[in-house]
């Protein structure tokens, strides 16, 4: 669901830049009064395992079409809302500025689209409210489910939004949303699962992890772990770099939900830009990606693929860890003002 910058006018992108700012700088604030450190390692190696989440498209059967984990609800059913939002955004800066994924001016819309729904909508209200009562596998599964389909409906359908507003009248809105929303019925239900299945290791493995949003802020602590908490770090870390180094080389050809649905209404699977302000952000973005479309330049072997998953991973947890240091994150600013 990564827009491109051809996608969206340069007003529609202005405001969105401002209405994610705004989201982030509540978050900055909200996480600032927390005090947990643990979350620190946690935000940089859940974005990393999201990250490399994001590069296996899974196939869509019988549509030609793919998905891809958007992670908003994974991240934050673990670190909170506000802390799984900031982390998404450093996932999606470290796409678009090193990857050149996603557009650059496209970027206030995708980090709405793929973050705000799943952190503030999947997290903050819906898996809070299933796990008001307690915490076990089937209520984590139902949420996961449930919470991953509805934000992708709403992801899908904010996409629409964007271009009907921005005037991409290649993209008539109601052709569009046809095309667009029950694909990514079936992408969330996809990601509903892999969440399920990532949470539910989680909890068995160390359950105060779990966000539930109450008073303790953790699932309930009389079940034991059975990792250390360094050990789980260990498996995250583990696993991003086995799935963006080893298994993101398999992952599915077939367009996204997204390309899908433009190729079907256009004709192609993208769109041209034009205007002194999309080429700005090209040129700017060109600038910045070192490893465009997740490979090596004037290199076609896998290892640009490779090399992609690991160092995005990398990327992500130094980027999670200066914004933890730079905003004072987890409690620092908050102590700082009591001991004055």
Request: charged fraction near 10%.
């Amino acid at each position: 669901m990564h827009m491109a910058d051809a996608l969206v006018a340069p007003a529609v992108a202005g405001t969105m830049y401002a209405c994610s700012a705004a989201a982030a700088g509540w978050a900055v604030k909200k996480v600032q009064e927390e005090d947990d450190p643990k979350k620190v390692p946690l935000m940089g190696m859940m974005g990393a395992f999201v990250f490399a989440g994001q590069m296996i498209n899974f196939t869509i059967p019988g549509t030609g079409s793919s998905g891809h984990l958007c992670g908003g609800l994974l991240v934050s059913a673990v670190l909170g809302p506000f802390a799984g939002f900031l982390t998404m955004i450093g996932v999606l800066l470290i796409q678009c500025l090193l990857f050149a994924d996603g557009g650059l001016l496209a970027l206030g819309c995708n980090i709405w689209n793929m973050a705000f729904y799943g952190c503030f909508i999947g997290a903050g209200f819906l898996w809070k409210q299933f796990m008001k009562n307690g915490v076990d596998k089937k209520k984590i599964t139902a949420a996961s489910v449930v919470g991953c389909i509805l934000t992708l409906q709403l992801g899908a359908l904010s996409v629409t939004a964007e271009t009907l507003a921005s005037g991409i009248t290649e993209l008539p809105f109601g052709v569009f949303a046809a095309a667009m929303q029950p694909i990514h019925l079936a992408i969330g239900l996809v990601e509903g699962l892999i969440t399920a299945a990532v949470l539910c290791f989680l909890y068995e493995a160390r359950p105060e992890l779990i966000w539930t949003g109450n008073s303790a802020g953790t699932a309930e602590r009389t079940k034991k772990p059975r990792l250390s908490f360094r050990k789980v770090l260990l498996v995250l870390a583990g696993g991003f770099v086995a799935v963006g180094g080893v298994l993101s080389l398999v992952a599915s050809a077939n367009p996204d939900g997204l390309e899908w649905s433009i190729e079907r209404i256009t004709g192609s699977a993208e769109l041209a830009s034009s205007g002194a302000v999309h080429a700005a952000a090209e040129r700017l973005q060109s600038m910045t990606s070192i490893l465009p479309d997740y490979s090596m330049p004037n290199h076609t072997t896998a290892l640009g693929t490779s090399v992609s998953g690991i160092f995005g991973g990398i990327a992500v947890i130094a980027l999670c860890a200066g914004a933890c240091w730079l905003f004072r994150l987890f409690g620092r600013k908050g102590r700082h003002g009591q001991n004055q």
